[in-house]
């Protein structure tokens, strides 16, 4: 990392901090992390180190996310389209390359369909558009407005949270699908995750991302409908070790032709395991 800093932005008539590092020269890209209870804008640092070598690279944290005391925000899609919005006002670029991971996959596509000449090419690495409980127990959605809401209440949420949050149970999640290779999850590597979810109001971004309150559309016809031929090319990186439902879509993704797939290693968070593989498949393509 070269520089930081932080951009003031205006989001449902508030004002949001939002930290950003910007790596290397060339180029601009911009580089969006995953949207989950661990993901903070460092989670990109590796990938970015990479492409820096070619390109000057921006890494911008989600608003109520990230390794920092977080600000309230209304945690729903709509204040994430109007982030993108206001943070490509406020860095317009254009930026000959947009990355997002995970749950940021939709966020960029929508974003650059908003703002035609804003990207070159877009890279996709293990899209999700389904938060968690959503995809392991679609029949249970009845209930899940209610997790979230136990979640965000006082003292009973804040106890909720710290118990499903915890290292070991940290370090399970990472070791069963985040990671590809299980001893690549080290006790540092959970520390600092654990890290990530201690930060001040970290309860509600885990909140509505795991019952689904931040998915951006709500079913795969939907999530296809945002790709098409007014877009710039769109490169999709499928990782081999991702588990089977979020895999099944991105193999629709795939199967639709309106996007150019390529397998890499590691499981929902190839970017952070394997940034050197993940730079040369953008480099490849």
């Known amino acids: 990392m070269e520089t930081g800093g932080t951009f003031d932005l205006t989001l449902g008539g508030r004002r949001v901090c939002v930290p950003y590092d910007l790596y290397g020269h060339g180029p601009g890209a911009l580089l969006l992390p995953a949207l989950s209870t661990i993901s903070s ?71 650059a369909r908003r703002h035609p000449n804003a990207f070159g090419r877009l890279v996709l690495v293990a899209p999700t558009w389904r938060g968690p409980l959503p995809t392991a127990m679609p029949q249970k959605a009845a209930w899940f407005p209610r997790i979230r809401a136990a979640v965000e209440a006082p003292l009973i949420g804040e106890a909720l949270y710290r118990i499903n949050i915890s290292p070991p149970i940290i370090g399970r999640m990472m070791r069963a699908h985040v990671y590809g290779d299980p001893q690549a999850v080290t006790p540092d590597l959970v520390r600092a995750k654990h890290a990530i979810t201690r930060q001040r109001n970290g309860r509600f971004g885990t909140a509505a991302f795991v019952t689904g309150g931040l998915d951006p559309v709500e079913s795969r016809e939907a999530f296809l409908a945002l790709f098409g031929p007014d877009l710039p090319p769109v490169l999709m990186l499928r990782p081999d070790g991702a588990p089977r439902r979020s895999g099944a879509e991105m193999d629709a993704l795939a199967a639709s032709w309106l996007v150019t797939a390529r397998p890499v290693p590691g499981a929902l968070s190839p970017h952070e395991e394997h940034p050197g593989a993940i730079a040369a498949a953008i480099r490849g393509a």
């Open 41 to 111: 804008r460092r989670e990109v640092a590796g990938l970015a180190g990479e492409l820096a070598r070619d390109h000057r690279c921006l890494v911008p944290d989600w608003p109520g996310f990230g390794a920092q005391p977080r600000q309230r925000v209304p945690l729903e899609p709509a204040t994430f389209h109007a982030f993108l919005d206001a943070l490509l006002e406020a860095a317009p670029g254009p930026y000959a390359l947009g990355v997002a991971a995970g749950h940021a996959a939709g966020y960029l596509v929508a974003a």
